[in-house]
């Protein structure tokens, strides 16, 4: 049978190996023209750890973790007011069994080990679905059926809009925003990542395996603001008008910002929907029950759901998505309560940890 998946960051590469494992004929097709470089520091705790492990990437998933030091606060002057070697906000304490990796380093590592037929620059255009598969046409003008449709294709999700109706319907918004990029290292950060935020703006700078660059979060606290999520240059004005007076290296920072060509810029916001399929079509990852950044569980989600998903259509077509629903409600409700749980500093690790094995694979 042959299945479409439409994206190619996390949820998407995990679902098509596992369903390549179930004898499905897997297409992914993303809008990017190639895989996405940059973005943030992802986490992999919980039962996504096993997924991992059953797809043979642990330990080269482990091999490229983010090997921080530790982590500091400063004020708008400069001055450090808080510092830790044993945790950093963004991957918790270190001696826990998570792995914090960079998105792009993890988006290699799955990719690279899928047989999938992926299709870059390109995206779904129509669906048109009956009893028995899925007529698509696709934006470059192609058409195909397929047995089902699959949309991993995050908060924004196409698949979402064309098969469920518009995103406002779907999204919670939690009042923030945030941005990420890359810019040279002119902090000389070594293995750290630093945190400022006053007055609802600011953001982290963090300094990895090359000493030459460093990712940079900057974000503000805001209510619901409308704009284009494809128009990077409408996005960096966005940062450049909330964040302009942040203090600490907050002009260095925006100046290096329009330099940038991997800005990634979005709202802190969760998906809540009644049900995750229609007919033929379904939803994975943030597309279905995106949980914000704010909770920290935003790759694990994908993970576990592109697996149980893939379990459940290897194992009966026919329940497999009513299956899926119900392995997977009780673990998403839980993971998308870490984000509510302390806004603005995190859930406590007993709950993460709790929420992140809260499923049986």
């Given amino acids: 049978m042959k299945v479409l998946v439409s994206g190619a960051s996390v949820g998407g590469p995990v679902l098509a190996y596992w369903l390549g494992r179930h004898g499905y004929e897997v297409t992914v097709v993303e809008r990017a023209p190639a895989p996405r470089k940059g973005g943030q520091a992802i986490d992999i705790r919980g039962a996504a750890l096993t997924v991992a492990d059953r797809m043979g990437v642990l330990e080269r998933v482990r091999a490229l973790r983010t090997t921080m030091r530790g982590m500091s606060m400063v004020d708008g002057d400069g001055n450090e007011i808080m510092r830790s070697t044993e945790e950093t906000l963004s991957g918790g304490r270190f001696d826990s069994p998570d792995v914090e990796i960079m998105r792009d380093d993890l988006n290699a590592i799955l990719i690279g080990a899928t047989d999938a037929d ?45 098969a469920f109706g518009p995103e406002e319907r779907f999204l919670r918004h939690l009042g923030m925003y945030v941005s990420i990029f890359t810019a040279d290292n002119f902090l000389g950060l070594d293995h750290w990542q630093t945190w400022h935020y006053e007055d609802g703006v600011g953001g982290a700078v963090f300094g990895d395996r090359d000493p030459a660059v460093m990712r940079v979060n900057l974000g503000f606290s805001a209510g619901p603001i409308a704009y284009d999520h494809r128009d990077v240059e409408q996005q960096k004005g966005l940062i450049q008008e909330h964040c302009a007076g942040m203090r600490w290296e907050g002009p260095r920072l925006l100046e290096a910002m329009w330099k940038a060509d991997d800005f990634y810029f979005d709202t802190m916001a969760q998906v809540t929907m009644e049900r995750w399929s229609t007919g033929r079509v379904t939803l994975v990852g943030d597309a279905g029950y995106c949980a914000s950044p704010l909770s ?40 998308q309560a870490l984000a509510l749980e302390n806004p603005g500093q995190g859930a406590a690790p007993e709950s993460v940890q709790a929420a992140a094995n809260s499923i049986t694979l």
């Fill in 296 to 335: 920290g569980q935003g790759t694990s989600l994908a993970m576990v759901g592109a697996y149980v998903l893939a379990e459940e259509l290897g194992a009966d077509p026919a329940t497999a998505f009513d299956r899926y629903e119900e392995r997977m409600r009780p673990f998403v409700a839980k993971n």
């Fill in 118 to 162: 992926y299709r870059y620059g390109d995206s779904i255009a129509t669906l048109a679905q009956d009893a028995d598969g899925v007529d698509v046409s696709f934006e470059s003008g192609g058409q195909d059926r397929y047995d089902y449709v699959i949309g991993a294709d995050g908060l924004h999700s196409n698949v979402r809009s064309l």
